[in-house]
């Protein structure tokens, strides 16, 4: 008798948990994309700063002061 209460119980506390997953995944999906074009001109200007051949440019047009 208290093994069909159990499981009751747990796929009703499961249910909430479950949404609230559903739910951050899409926000933090949602966040990410909006994100991408500064993460892409991030990597961009980081490879602009590290990269041995283009520290030759940024010297000689003056841009990294």
Same mark, same amino acid.
Do not use: D, H, N
């Given at each position: 008798?208290?093994?069909?209460?159990?499981?009751a119980l747990t796929v009703v506390g499961f249910i909430p948990m479950w949404l609230a997953s559903l739910a951050s995944s899409r926000q933090m999906y949602r966040w990410w994309r909006s994100m991408t074009p500064n993460e892409r001109m991030r990597g961009?200007? #980081? @490879? !602009?700063?590290?990269?041995?051949?283009?520290?030759?440019?940024?010297?000689? #047009? @003056? !841009?990294?002061?």
């Open positions: 008798m208290l093994q069909p209460v159990l499981l961009y200007v #980081f @490879g !602009l700063f590290t990269q041995r051949e283009y520290a030759k440019e940024i010297r000689a #047009f @003056g !841009l990294a002061k």
